[in-house]
């Protein structure tokens, strides 16, 4: 390649330019890669290649490139992240670039991350994917398959599928395994939204003050696939039980929305976290109705398994 540049450097103080023209273009055409394409295209006469010169050039030179490729971010070719593909348009040769392997996974990722919305999730939660997760750690077996399951029931009836209410002790995984379903279900173009349910309660206080609750609320009653992760780690008071978690549940409920979870608690314990308040003392009534909703929309998920924050 670096033989071509040099005849075009030198094409240019030339003064017998048109016969440096045709040396250029002899070299060029002797090229593997342009051989092929012209014994594709019989039908191209020696004029027309004469006039598509430059773009046989530009052609080699960008594959040139991607040939000893340094990675999507440094690419060298005129479209990044493009390959160039040469092509006949109405008996000319044309040149036109086309997204190479790199780019096409960059773009995959970037509509996947687009379409899992979070609040105070770590990224490396955002990038888990059942491919990823560790499987050799049988207190969790159950829980995967259980989240495989779920995945493959949404795509295929999404307003029957209940959702998980995944639960055990610290550190196990289970907010792992959430993120990894997110992923699998972005790749099939399923907007989620995951939120971290101490700090998402924490936050919508402030919200009343720059009055953007009602938007929040609306978008977290409406995402296809919600995640409340870390519930019960909240500090409960009414409002946050009747007006914010009940809202939500109640909305969910009846636009047939899937709700998952992951806690510390069981079924019962939740129950008995929902009911006390510092302010209201225990109001059972009112914690057994949200309970009811979360019993009969989800589907109980034992997460076991060794702590890996340990």
Excluded at 239 to 263: A, C, F, H, N, V
């Amino acid at each position: 390649m670096e033989s071509i540049k040099s005849t075009v450097r030198k094409m240019a103080g030339s003064v017998d330019l048109d016969h440096q023209y045709q040396l250029l273009l002899e070299k060029v055409m002797m090229d593997a890669r342009i051989d092929r394409f012209r014994q594709d295209h019989p039908e191209i006469n020696g004029r027309t290649w004469r006039k598509a010169l430059p773009k046989l050039v530009e052609f080699m030179e960008g594959s040139d490139h991607c040939a000893t490729c340094p990675g999507l971010e440094n690419c060298l070719n005129l479209v990044k992240g493009h390959e160039p593909v040469l092509t006949v348009d109405k008996g000319t040769v044309e040149i036109v670039y086309r997204a190479c392997p790199l780019k096409v996974k960059a773009d995959r990722e970037k509509r996947q991350r687009a379409l899992i919305g979070s609040l105070y999730i770590p990224n490396d939660v955002l990038r888990a994917t059942f491919k990823t997760i560790e499987k050799n750690d049988l207190g969790r077996i159950d829980a995967l398959e259980a989240a495989g399951r779920f995945v493959q029931n949404y795509l295929q009836n999404p307003k029957e599928t209940k959702g998980l209410y995944m639960h055990g002790p610290f550190g196990v995984g289970k907010t792992f395994i959430m993120g990894a379903v997110l992923n699998a279900l972005a790749e099939a173009g399923v907007e989620s939204m995951m939120v971290y349910a101490p700090d998402f309660f924490r936050d919508l206080k402030s919200a009343i003050e720059d009055q953007t609750l009602n938007e929040k609320l609306d978008y977290i009653k409406t995402v296809p696939i919600l995640v409340f992760d870390d519930i019960g780690a909240e500090s409960m008071s009414p409002w946050i039980r009747d007006e914010i978690l009940g809202s939500i549940l109640q909305r969910r409920m009846m636009d047939k929305l899937p709700t998952l979870y992951t806690s510390n608690f069981d079924y019962d314990e939740l129950e008995d976290h929902l009911a006390y308040s510092n302010k209201s003392g225990t109001e059972y009534v009112k914690a057994k109705r949200i309970m009811e909703r979360i019993r009969y929309l989800t589907i109980n998920v034992r997460v076991n398994g060794k702590n890996r924050r340990a």
